[in-house]
């Protein structure tokens, strides 16, 4: 059942919060933990929703103000978990990290407070890497992240554990943070839909800034519906947000719902961005196989050359190192560090104020290059991944440098989007077999410009609807749709 299905049926009466919860729970404990879906488990604080939840049904069914609350709490009751780089007051944070194994969250982030607010149950923190720095989800805190497709791959970074959490089916709908793919990354590995919304369309605030402006909450989900139900949730803005965006009157849902506009101009770019690699030819396919759809819908797919060499893609380094030493670690946990950490803090360290703000110029300057070359396009159709979900062992390497050139060989366009600060979302277009195992393979549709996040749903759900994928990696190996 979806999110959006689960919500109906507690509504309706046919299920209870409680018992939905102590399944989630369960299902937590079991195939969670056997692909390390959470850092943290949240038995009491969930019951304690639940509990409240229900209650909320009951009077309201009672009242006969149901539609009310479908309007008000669209997905009360329904397990959505948040990501463990984001702080729910009360509750562990550890970031994936020794260095603040222990630590207690004494504040709840804004974008916390809107899914608790919502009336969702958190079942748990989410598995991030350390700090959510690399593509993969390997934590110095507790059990790597895998896609229940091949539990030998990562399930991506650094939402690796949202995405394990719903592609291995204890929940419908987690939240997840990108400030490079790192929803899009693991909804690639793990077969799921992954929004990744525009720069200010979810606040940052009360307690988090903008910084260089590249990441940004978003949503991992089986279905396009289930997605745009829980970007309604975090989207909005906040009293001293730096660059606000609009929201959509109607919501997110509502415009997945509508036909999308026929005849769209849709970039097809093949070619990587981040790194010079060769791209596995099923990520091809799913493209190709994308492709074929979007025409059968009735769109125009036009092929685009790169709008940028991976050599000038690097301008994107000093803003990504800089934020990795700015993070407040205390001196003597220093050693505690990943080898990627300690190697992304020392190049952050080694930058002048003056090489940021040349990075900062020349990041902004690709976006306007890019958004120069997309101008006459609505959407940007890329591979996901440059291949399947990739063992970990090929990506978390002893020398950081080496590490860090691996992941951009891994996810070659996700970054940009951050760059440009456009809306993009993942979506589970192709299977293939490698190595005798069915694994997923996803593409990537790209904004152009500001609020796209309407339009990439739409189309989307156009997809879902005309090829419609196995919501689960067990359902595609019993030849479940789209297989």
Not at 420 to 443: K, M, N, Q
């Amino acid at each position: 059942m979806s999110a959006l299905g689960t919500a109906a049926a507690l509504r309706a009466g046919d299920l209870d919060a409680r018992e939905v919860t102590e399944q989630a729970l369960a299902a937590a404990a079991t195939r969670g933990a056997a692909v390390g879906a959470f850092a943290h488990v949240l038995d009491e604080l969930s019951r304690e929703q639940a509990e409240r939840a229900q209650h909320e049904l009951e009077d309201a069914r009672r009242a006969g103000r149901l539609e009310d609350l479908a309007r008000r709490r669209p997905l009360l009751g329904v397990p959505l978990p948040v990501k463990d780089l984001t702080r729910i007051a009360g509750q562990p944070f550890e970031a994936g990290s020794t260095a603040l194994r222990g630590t207690i969250a004494e504040v709840t982030d804004g974008v916390a407070a809107r899914i608790l607010d919502a009336g969702t149950v958190t079942i748990g923190k989410t598995t991030t890497p350390e700090f959510g720095m690399p593509a993969y989800t390997e934590p110095a805190t507790g059990a790597p992240a895998r896609t229940p497709w091949d539990v030998r791959r990562t399930a991506g970074g650094s939402s690796g554990g949202a995405g394990a959490a719903v592609a291995s089916g204890v929940v419908d709908l987690a939240h997840g943070s990108d400030g490079g793919g790192s929803v899009r990354i693991p909804a690639a590995c793990c077969g799921l839909v992954g929004i990744k919304p525009s720069r200010g369309l979810v606040s940052t605030g009360p307690f988090g800034t903008e910084g260089a402006g590249l990441v940004a909450d978003g949503m991992l989900a089986t279905t396009v519906r289930d997605a745009a139900a829980g970007l309604d949730l975090i989207a909005g803005p906040r009293p001293g947000d730096a660059q606000p965006a609009p929201l959509l009157p109607g919501g997110y849902l509502s415009a997945c719902e509508a036909p999308a506009p026929e005849g769209l101009r849709i970039g097809v770019l093949t070619t990587p961005l981040a790194a010079e690699v060769d791209v596995h030819p099923a990520a091809l396919r799913a493209v190709e196989r994308t492709v074929a759809l979007l025409r059968d819908l009735g769109h125009h797919p036009v092929p685009v050359p790169a709008p940028f060499t991976p050599q000038e893609w690097r301008s994107f380094m000093p803003l990504w190192t800089v934020g990795a030493a700015t993070i407040p670690v205390p001196p003597e946990r220093e050693g505690e560090l990943l080898t990627l950490t300690r190697w992304l803090r020392e190049q952050g360290r080694g930058y002048s104020g003056t090489d940021l703000l040349t990075a900062i110029s020349g990041v902004q300057a690709l976006a306007r290059r890019t958004g120069e070359a997309f101008a006459d396009l609505d959407l940007v159709l890329t591979p996901g991944l440059a291949g399947p979900p990739a063992r970990p062992e090929t990506l978390q390497l002893d020398d950081g440098a080496a590490d860090f050139d691996a992941q951009c060989a891994f996810t070659p366009w996700t970054s940009t989007w951050n760059m440009t600060g456009a809306a993009a979302i993942a979506i589970p277009a192709h299977r293939e077999e490698v190595d005798g195992v069915l694994l997923p393979f996803g593409v990537q549709l790209g904004g152009t410009g500001p609020g796209a996040e309407a339009l990439l749903l739409q189309v989307a759900a156009q997809i879902e609807q005309h090829d419609p994928w196995p919501l689960r990696a067990a359902d595609a190996s019993r030849g479940g749709a789209g297989a």
